[in-house]
């Protein structure tokens, strides 16, 4: 069981360049959220999903896009790379139980736009 | 949409010593808050949470205590070690509403001194 996963661990891009981060959970959780987190900022949420199919925009959308054609991957997208997405990104899943449920976060990826 | 503050932003303790991190929320319809560590280079993980019927929990050295009345809820570490060094985040979230989308804090690093 390996919970949440993502990949790549670390990426480096130039500005313009695009790129796909992988997020995979096998808990088989409906929901699931992409994050990013700056120093002193805490955790945004950019994206999230309440299931196969579905994608909702959080509170900094602005430049990425998401997919979830499968219950168990997230993917995010960056489609034109800005130094103002230098970030770590933390994808997370929850269960839809009644109730409020605990996420679970992925280890993280370090993005650095050049 | 939730606002969550989170204070102080840094504090530094001996080792032994008690240490409390306070939040507050604007929306009196949250109604889970959940607090996470976050180790240098590591993923966010969730030490303790409290719902919205329960005025305070423990967890061995760790407790959270939540005033509804006022909208706020505080993280408690009693005698604390250097492994409690670590970077320490509150969190908002509302069961049925926004297929619980958490809010979080800006984050409060804690330094233990041995």
């Known amino acids: 069981n390996a919970g949440v996963t993502q990949t790549p661990k670390f990426r480096v891009l130039k500005t313009g360049q695009s790129m796909t981060l992988l997020c995979a959970q096998d808990m088989n959780h409906e929901y699931m959220y992409w994050y990013r987190q700056d120093p002193g900022m805490g955790l945004r949420l950019i994206h999230y999903s309440v299931g196969e199919g579905t994608t909702a925009k959080g509170e900094v959308p602005d430049g990425y896009n998401v997919s979830r054609l499968k219950k168990q991957n997230f993917l995010l997208g960056l489609e034109s790379a800005a130094p103002s997405q230098t970030s770590v990104y933390f994808c997370?899943?929850?269960?839809?139980?009644?109730?409020?449920?605990?996420?679970?976060f992925g280890p993280g990826t370090r993005l650095t736009v050049l | 949409g939730e606002n969550v503050e989170q204070h102080p932003s840094t504090l530094s303790v001996q080792e032994g010593d008690s240490a409390v991190i306070k939040c507050t929320y604007s929306?009196?319809?949250?109604?889970?808050f959940p607090w996470y560590k976050q180790e240098l280079g590591k993923r966010p993980q969730l030490i303790i949470d409290i719902r919205s019927n329960v005025g305070e929990k423990k967890d061995q050295r760790i407790a959270v205590t939540l005033n509804k009345t006022a909208k706020h809820f505080s993280l408690h570490i009693t005698e604390t070690q250097p492994e409690d060094s670590a970077v320490y985040f509150c969190a908002a979230s509302m069961t049925g509403y926004n297929f619980n989308k958490f809010y979080f804090g800006s984050g409060t690093k804690l330094n233990v001194k041995p």
């Open positions: 997370a899943s929850s269960s839809d139980r009644q109730g409020p449920n605990e996420q679970f």
């Open positions: 929306d009196s319809a949250s109604n889970y």
